[in-house]
């Protein structure tokens, strides 16, 4: 990750999570109720759409590249129990895409929604 991680460090982590050697360890961070919808564009007006709740999100690391793809915060802000959380994508340490996500915690301490959108096609440098 780059830049300070303080103003969303749930999302923080949870990217770290993902881009480690154990990304299966974000399932563990949901909450029962989670809900996502990750709008996965690779452009060309392609995309998928991972939704629905904890099927959903082992779906969508069942098809991932783990290692490849690295996620790169560029900037964030927590209000509330919501974390905003602006970045890029990177293959290989190329930029491929650029993404945004959108979290809401829990009194537990758990993410119960999430909101990612990711495209090919716009970079935020």
Do not use: C
């Not at 809401?104 to 301490?109: A, F, K, L, Q, S």
Request: aromatic share 8%; net charge negative.
């Amino acid at each position: 990750m780059t830049e300070s991680s303080a103003a969303a460090p749930f999302l923080t982590r949870w990217f770290e999570l993902l881009d480690g050697d154990e990304p299966s360890k974000i399932l563990d961070l949901i909450s029962d109720d989670f809900a996502l919808s990750i709008l996965f564009s690779t452009g060309d007006g392609n995309a998928t759409d991972f939704a629905g709740g904890r099927a959903a999100l082992v779906g969508y690391l069942e098809q991932r590249e783990k290692g490849t793809r690295t996620h790169h915060l560029l900037s964030a802000t927590t209000i509330g129990r919501d974390e905003l959380f602006l970045g890029e994508v990177r293959r290989g340490g190329v930029p491929e895409a650029g993404f945004v996500a959108a979290g809401r915690v829990n009194g537990e301490g758990r993410l119960q929604r999430l909101l990612i959108g990711r495209s090919s096609e716009i970079r935020f440098d």
